[in-house]
């Protein structure tokens, strides 16, 4: 190279970790100090026991914890009755006002049903089996490193928790939704059953298990250098779109709902509304909906906890929409993006908690002196509250690859980084 010659710029398309390395950018402080080398951790045994200890713990669980439970709160004239039915692994208990008035094993099912519970049991004990037997091997493997067998052992043995946990979880999807001829009753789900505790721990041990196998069989690498920036810069984008939609959709759909059995009718409680409407899609007129705006509620105090939901969850929609824009513009390479991201996403995580503790503190609450009473009166939380608790997870994953590119940048980008200004990004865009 002539001594004259300039170094040529690397294009703005360059990876995310390189260095603009012309001799007008070194400026009089020198060359900025490079990164260290490439280095790579490998997600292995450790990693794999870490994520079977909740798969022990979930199915274990589920042996004995309600599937389905039903509960209905009937007002007549003069006396009030609370009737539930707890559908567990091996029996259903019903209970009128606390006292137990029913009792009725697995074996006295109808058929269908009968053979679906049965395969549902053996499959939820074998897996529970197989997931101790999985958990013992990945402790054999952290202590013996490196030996083939005992890791081909591990990925078989996990293999068949995860083809038993996906037999329990289709099995219990069955029971729960289908309809079988030979029963006189239809299903849970049209008998008004809700999903409990087993049945989601089942599910989160089945997707826990299907993440642990993908592990095991592949060669999983994280970069733990200046490659991770564009790979948190990804996670922060698309984790804070998914909360911004997910703020935006908690506006417009049920947060809790009470199904009335007898008169066919549902009462759901939005943010700014309480509606009454009929839910049996058999009858061919359908009976008209009843709306009662929050501010119409005769109780301030219940009246004064929505409005500050209704607040909290406009200023939700508000940070993470600018968490997104900072996002795109991270991605972007921006300059001066990446303290706006922290400050947005921990911003989005505070104002999420805030409505997740309110919301529940309305559900719990006795409202002026029992006028208003969801948890009491059997009202269920519903996708509405569900979904503001994954907005609130999808920011606190946002944060954390926001925390993760403030320090990789301070760490190997203290002098210059891999930045770009408004113009340059503008100009690549265009050109």
């Known amino acids: 190279m002539a001594p004259n010659e300039k170094v040529s710029e ?114 939820v004990i074998v897996s529970a089996v197989l997931a101790l037997l999985t958990l013992g091997l990945s402790v054999a493997c952290v202590l013996k490193k490196g030996h083939v067998k005992m890791r081909k052992a591990l990925k078989a043995s996990l293999g068949c928790t995860l083809v038993g946990l996906s037999i329990a979880v289709a099995f219990n999807f069955s029971i729960y939704y289908w309809s079988f001829s030979d029963c006189p009753e239809p299903s849970y789900r049209v008998r008004l059953f809700e999903p409990h505790t087993a049945y989601v721990l089942i599910v989160m041990a089945w997707v ?87 501010s119409d509620l005769n109780c301030p105090a219940l009246v004064k906890h929505f409005k500050a939901i209704e607040g909290i969850s406009i200023a939700s929609v508000s940070i993470n929409f600018f968490a997104f824009i900072t996002g795109l513009l991270l991605w972007l390479r921006l300059s001066g993006t990446i303290i706006p991201a922290v400050v947005f996403s921990y911003s989005g995580c505070i104002i999420a908690l805030v409505q997740f503790a309110l919301e529940l503190k309305v559900y719990y609450t006795n409202w002026c002196s029992g006028m208003y009473v969801y948890s009491g009166r059997f009202f269920v939380l519903s996708a509405g509250f569900e979904v503001v608790v994954s907005a609130f997870c999808l920011m606190c994953a946002a944060s954390s690859a926001a925390t993760i590119v403030y320090i990789l940048d301070k760490k190997f980008f203290a002098l210059k980084g891999p930045w770009r200004s408004a113009k340059s990004i503008f100009l690549g865009l265009i050109s």
Not at 84 to 109: C, H, M, P, Q, R
Not at 234 to 240: P, R
Not at 244 to 255: G, K
């Open 10 to 123: 690397t294009s703005d398309n360059q990876p995310f970790n390189e260095y603009k390395n012309s001799n007008e950018e070194n400026g009089w402080m020198g060359p900025p100090k490079p990164p260290p080398p490439p280095r790579d951790v490998s997600l292995g045994p450790k990693h794999v026991l870490l994520l079977m200890i909740p798969v022990v713990v979930f199915t274990l669980a589920s042996i004995g914890l309600p599937w389905y439970c039903k509960r209905q709160y009937v007002e007549l004239t003069a006396d009030t009755y609370k009737i539930e039915g707890i559908v567990y692994l091996f029996k259903s208990v019903f209970w009128v006002n606390g006292t137990e008035i029913a009792k009725i094993n697995t074996d006295e099912y109808c058929y269908s049903i009968r053979v679906r519970t049965k395969v549902l049991e053996t499959f």
């Open 208 to 294: 826990i298990t299907i993440c642990t196998t993908y592990i095991a069989g592949n060669n999983i690498t994280i970069p733990l250098d200046a490659r991770s920036l564009g790979i948190c810069s990804v996670a922060f984008l698309l984790s804070t779109l998914v909360a911004f939609i997910l703020s935006i959709l908690a506006c417009f759909i049920p947060h809790w709902f009470y199904k009335d059995d007898i008169t066919q009718r549902v009462s759901d409680v939005l943010l700014w509304y309480h509606r009454e409407g009929n839910f049996n899609w058999n009858h061919t007129s359908h009976a008209p909906r009843y709306y009662v705006y929050v």
